[in-house]
């Protein structure tokens, strides 16, 4: 999720078409920081009381690489991109 939009917008459509979606699940969950203060995940759970599902988050990605020495030159990218724009 990057900002949550194309969710957002699935949501809305489901909902007028008189459905309620369960959940969402995404692949990757970056962690990054939302509109506001909370990632964008924690901001469409807390709207629309919807939980979303991810298979594995960036935290998970660092912890594999740290686990494989072929990886350790791309975790200061991943930690870098984790300073710059996420949310803990």
């Known amino acids: 999720i990057t900002d949550g939009g194309a969710k957002r917008e699935a ?15 995404i692949a990757l969950d970056r962690q990054e920081k939302g ?6 995940v924690q901001e ?3 709207e629309y009381g ?3 599902v991810a298979i594995a988050a960036l935290d ?6 740290r686990g494989r020495p072929e990886l350790a030159d791309h975790l ?3 930690e870098a991109y984790r300073e710059a724009y996420g949310v803990r």
């Open 44 to 46: 469409i759970e807390r």
């Open 76 to 78: 200061p990218r991943i």
């Open 11 to 25: 949501i809305d459509l489901i909902k007028a078409h008189g459905a309620a979606p369960a959940a969402i699940l």
């Open 50 to 52: 919807i939980r979303v």
């Open 35 to 40: 509109r506001g203060e909370q990632s964008p």
């Open 60 to 65: 998970d990605l660092s912890t594999f690489m």
